[in-house]
């Protein structure tokens, strides 16, 4: 069983900023991608920025140059730092990781349960 745990949200003004955090645990062998998905209200869960375990990262346009996707490989864990933030950033903030886990050593996404982030104007 693999469990991931968000934390850090919060209510932040316009131009503030906040650091996000997850950390995966349970019967790991190792963590592939990590990402971080945000859903606000009335609209789909999307990609904001992803990061391989070798570290290389993708950003969705509207995080670009603003967040920074980070990970301990050692420690099965990935940030989010997120500056500059607008309202249009509010939403639930979702973990997600590809990890080989169990007996099986299968590979399987697992999501965390998400972390609420408001941006007041």
């Known amino acids: 069983q693999v469990q991931l745990a968000e934390s850090g949200g919060g209510l932040v003004q316009t131009g503030g900023s906040l650091r996000l955090s997850c950390a995966a645990s349970g019967s790991i062998f190792e963590v592939q991608n990590m990402a971080w998905y945000r859903q606000a209200p009335g609209r789909e869960r999307a990609l904001v920025a992803i990061?391989?375990?070798?570290?290389?990262?993708n950003y969705a346009n509207s995080a670009k140059g603003r967040f920074t996707i980070s990970r301990d490989n050692a420690k099965n864990t990935v940030d989010l730092q997120m500056n500059s933030l607008t309202p249009e950033d509010t939403a639930v903030y979702y973990c997600y990781g590809e990890v080989i886990a169990g007996e099986g050593l299968s590979l399987r996404g697992y999501w965390g349960q998400g972390t609420q982030v408001t941006v007041s104007s």
């Open positions: 990061i391989n375990n070798l570290g290389s990262t």
